[in-house]
């Protein structure tokens, strides 16, 4: 079993930067990929960054890429999530999420944490 903690959301005005951390801990780690998902009130959850854990190719959806960063730190088991140039609409809750070794499916996700961006 893979437990993921994040952390690092907060309030941040429009325009700045935020980081977002999630570690991943368990009794073996070998997921295939890592990610962000995030849910805004009343929509549904949503894609928003993924990395593969070898290789470290990254994926981003259409209304962050430029302006978001997924990275990984293979030795900590952690993967980041930087925010910059944020934007109201941006304001969710941020979900980790992780795929078994096969990366089918996302199997792991994480508590959450919020991000909430005044404009």
């Known amino acids: 079993q893979v437990q993921l903690a994040e952390s690092g959301g907060g309030l941040v005005q429009a325009g700045g930067s935020l980081r977002l951390s999630c570690a991943a801990s368990?009794?073996?780690?070998?997921?295939?990929?890592m990610g962000w998902f995030r849910q805004a009130p009343g929509k549904e959850r949503e894609f928003v960054a993924t990395?593969?854990?070898?290789?470290?190719?990254?994926y981003y959806a259409d209304s962050v890429k430029g302006r978001f960063t997924i990275s990984r730190d293979a030795a900590e088991n952690t993967v980041y999530l930087q925010m910059n140039r944020v934007k109201p609409e941006d304001t969710a809750v941020y979900y980790c999420?992780?795929?078994?070794?096969?990366?089918?499916?996302?199997?792991?996700w994480g508590q959450g944490t919020q991000v909430t961006v005044s404009s």
């Open positions: 999420t992780a795929t078994d070794a096969t990366g089918r499916d996302y199997t792991y």
């Open positions: 368990g009794r073996t780690f070998n997921s295939y990929a």
């Open positions: 990395i593969i854990w070898n290789g470290g190719n990254t």
